[in-house]
């Protein structure tokens, strides 16, 4: 559904000029500084899948979603959406995609929502009697009854963006691209656009690419990953496999008994996590500086130790409540891979 092969962007600006008259200068140099915002981006994505486009800021991100909705041109490279080469038939290519820019509306500012909503449908040409179909679905599941009759300036950050995506999805797209779609908002809207966005993908079959600094909507929504720094793709697979991969080690969090003191596990490399610093070894006894009253966490490597042994050396020493292993999250591994490229950058 989409290829991207070799794709570079450079963007080109006047060398600034410093001391008096530096503004006037600058404007007048024929001196150019170079940004190679993306260095050669290759992926290709089948239809009907959910992708995450992520990366640090300044990685490439957005300039690589404007090359693939036709915004801009690239300077090396292609890319393939459905067929269309998206800045060479714009009109087209706008016909089988839909755009979310979490920073900006495409909505009529001073319009109803309903209204706006109305003339998007009339611009791409929609069946009235589908149209109306689509509006009631698409009211019900991302709730804008409420404000379907308040003007588009009048909305909450949150009710704006469920209009934008209301209107990106009426025409029906077979690709969206959402860039940081749940941006600022709150728990409630962010649910709502998540639980939207995965039953468009899963009923419609809409290939989605999703470019967002919030992990947790990756870990919810996508089952693959495209991860970039620098302009180029550091990481392009499944997040299952890439927090297994990157993953330095388990958690055990254990709640001990009512009254029960923490006394250490006897096992060789466990760290404890919470409060007290250092090995959970026989060091960690004592107790008493958990973050939550009885909550103590330890984190393992379950090539070294399995988890059933950890499980079984703390359940030998104390009275417990409660265990869980959190599964390995995706913030902690990315974290960890753009700190490593921090400190190498080649
Ligand atoms: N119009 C432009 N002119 C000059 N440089 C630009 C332009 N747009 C982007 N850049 C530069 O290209 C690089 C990549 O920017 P881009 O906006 O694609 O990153 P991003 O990954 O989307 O970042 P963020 O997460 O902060 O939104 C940055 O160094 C940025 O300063």
């Given at each position: 559904m989409i290829e991207v092969e070799g794709l570079v962007k450079e963007f080109r600006r006047p060398r600034r000029v410093e001391g008096p008259l530096g503004g006037l200068r600058t404007l007048l140099t024929r001196q150019y500084v170079t940004t190679?915002?993306?260095?050669?981006v290759s992926f290709a994505l089948a239809e009907g899948e959910f992708v995450g486009y992520l990366g640090p800021n300044g990685a490439g991100k957005s300039t690589t979603i404007k090359m693939m909705t036709g915004i801009l041109r690239p300077t090396a490279g292609t890319v393939r959406v459905g067929g269309t080469v998206p800045w060479q038939d714009r009109e087209r290519h706008a016909r089988t995609i839909g755009v979310v820019f979490g920073q900006r509306t495409q909505l009529w500012w001073d319009l109803p929502l309903r209204d706006s909503l109305d003339l998007i449908g009339r611009l791409y040409g929609v069946d009235r009697a589908r149209h109306r179909a689509v509006l009631a679905r698409f009211t019900e599941l991302l709730g804008l009854g409420p404000f379907l009759?308040?003007?588009?300036?009048?909305?909450?950050l949150g009710q704006r963006m469920r209009g934008d995506l209301a209107a990106a999805m009426l025409p029906e797209p077979r690709v969206l691209f959402l860039d940081e779609p749940t941006i600022g908002l709150d728990v409630v809207a962010r649910e709502r656009i998540r639980a939207f966005l995965a039953t468009r993908n899963r009923e419609d079959g809409t290939t989605i690419v999703l470019t967002t600094h919030d992990l947790d909507d990756v870990e919810r929504l996508c089952r693959r990953i495209v991860l970039i720094d620098g302009g180029r793709v550091l990481y392009d697979g499944d997040v299952a496999r890439l927090t297994r991969q990157y993953a330095v080690g388990r958690r055990l969090v254990v709640q001990l008994g009512e009254g029960t003191r923490w006394h250490g596990?006897?096992?060789?490399g466990i760290v404890r996590e919470d409060g007290e610093a250092g090995e959970a070894g026989e060091a960690g006894g004592g107790g008493g500086t958990e973050a939550e009253p009885g909550r103590v966490t330890l984190r393992f490597d379950p090539a070294r130790t399995p988890a059933a042994e950890v499980i079984a050396a703390v359940l030998a020493r104390h009275e417990v409540t409660d265990l869980s292993l959190p599964a390995p999250g995706l913030e902690g591994v990315v974290h960890r891979i753009y700190a490593a490229r921090e400190a190498d950058p080649c």
């Open positions: 190679r915002a993306v260095d050669g009759d308040t003007p588009v300036r009048q909305l909450s596990v006897t096992l060789p």
